[in-house]
């Protein structure tokens, strides 16, 4: 087995990754927290994933360029928001200019606000920080689960724009 070391520096540029990651299909998520004036704060996010079941923990990944960087990382709670097929107009203003993301988008109150429209809400506790390069990776314990696990999700970012994922079939062995 050969060490890291040995392998040195990568030399794949940001390009390059960036084309390579395009083909992983990754969940659509909004992400939420309040600021410290009660405001809801969000993004889209599609670098989220679990990452431990007991406790139940998540990650997600935030862009120190965002704008609402400091206030998620920052915030006691957030909330991982599933998005659907059909809420990718709601994705996309999610991802646009911070001050109208959330403008007459109905929440849920809790430690963190809730999309009323989204399917599932995952309701999490600040969990810790890491450092990932240019993004910082929020990790969250999940202590609630708000919705419908069976009708969340599907809404997926691949090949650099929105798609539908949906169960393959299971065959009569399942």
């Known amino acids: ?12 540029g940001a390009e390059e990754f960036r084309a390579a990651m395009a083909a992983l299909a ?7 927290c309040y600021d410290r004036d009660g405001g809801t704060r969000g993004l889209t996010a599609s670098a989220v994933c679990a990452l431990s079941l007991d406790p139940p923990l998540l990650l997600v990944a935030v862009d120190r360029r965002s704008s609402t960087h400091d206030a998620l990382v920052a915030a006691p709670a957030f909330a991982v928001n599933l998005l659907g097929p059909g809420d990718e107009e709601l994705a996309r203003r999610c991802a646009g200019p911070a001050a109208t993301r ?8 809790g430690p963190a606000p809730g999309l009323a429209v989204a399917a599932l809400r995952l ?17 969250g314990e999940v202590v609630a689960a708000d ?3 069976g009708r ?11 798609a539908h994922a949906r169960p393959a079939d299971r065959g009569p062995h399942t």
């Open 147 to 149: 919705g419908d696990p």
């Open 102 to 109: 959330f403008a007459g988008v109905p929440t849920v109150p």
């Open 123 to 139: 309701t999490c506790r600040n969990h810790g920080l890491r450092d990932g390069g240019d993004h910082t990776i929020l990790m």
């Open 26 to 32: 990754a969940p659509v998520c909004v992400i939420t």
């Open 152 to 162: 969340a999700g599907g809404l997926v970012w691949h090949q650099r724009g929105f």
């Open 1 to 12: 087995m050969t060490s890291p070391a040995l392998l040195g520096p990568s030399a794949v």
